[in-house]
């Protein structure tokens, strides 16, 4: 049965469709949150599964999703946290070696809402000129949902990370790894990245607001900041402990942790008009000159124009070479380094991956505290 529904932005742009996954929860059945647009042209389960998405809702702009269908081992974390799934067509049927069920179960399953039928591409143009913006959909009156989105926060100035971390610390353990202890801070961290990472040694994946003693008592060969929902401004517990781990141990950040590991440092962080989401992102390596495609999915940025005044040697070592957006930093001689890009590519293009083992060097202590040999 079609269940007929409308998505409302902010902005009072009216898009119709049909309502696909379960219904909205609460009384009034409407799904809100930021609506960001992803340019990836799969990998759909690993992006709705994605912890950073929590408060966002992910319009694809690849017009058929779903079409190759859903598997237990493509999930990025224990759920899914984004607010909503926006498309143009969830595809009927599912088809593909691997598939083990269908992305309209996977959204049951998770209770995550959907919307389909969607003319994505308008809604994309609308993003892309007027940044991301709030949205509401289900199947209220339109002025009902133009309220709801008005009324929907964004994820402007609220602690996401507190709503995704881990409750409690877990080890990770791959036969044949390395003797080593890797600290994980989990701030919303992805499965691929603690598959990377543990093939460097066991990881100790722990809770955001872990302190820097509690981390150093574990007696870390290197430790990791994830990835995470959000505004880095508003995970200011989690600058202050990097902040006294920075120079007593190699680390390594990937995006929401890139940002933090800024912040950590006194730059400050920026909020970016529709952020970068999608898997063919161009970034330039400073050091080598080489181009990495690369899989992004953020909102906010480091500002690098701050690095000049702060206290430590820091250096802009990637950058975006669609529009100069600093993808990557270093600080000079304290085997410390983190990108805004994801080089664990779930999903993705691999061409970052070096990175772990730029890391895993780091950790050897083969590098002279250089980051890159
Ligand atoms: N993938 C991430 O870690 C996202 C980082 C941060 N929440 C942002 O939107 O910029």
Redesign the pocket.
Known sequence: MIREGALVLADGSVFEGELIGPDPAGTARIATGEVVFNTALSGYQEIIT?P?YAGQMVTFTYPHIGNYGVNAHDVESRGAFARGVIVRDLARRASNHRSEGHLADLLEQHGIPGIAGIDTRRLTRIIRDSGSMPGAFGDASESDLRAAAEAEPG?DGID?VATVTTAEPYTVELDGAPDRTIVAYD??IKTTIVRQLAQLGRVEVVPADTSADDVMARNPDGVFL???????AEVGYAAEAIAQLIGRVPIFG????H?LLGLALGAGTVKLPF?HHGGNHPVQNVDTGRVEITSQ?????VDPDSFASLDRAVRMTHVNLNDGVCQGLEVVGERCFSVQH?PEAGPGPHDARYLFTQFDELMAGNTNGKVSA
């Open positions: 994605d950073s994820t996401l701030f919303g994830s990835n995470g929902p959000g505004d880095p990937i995006c929401l942790g940002q952020g999915n953020h909102n906010f940025a994801h």
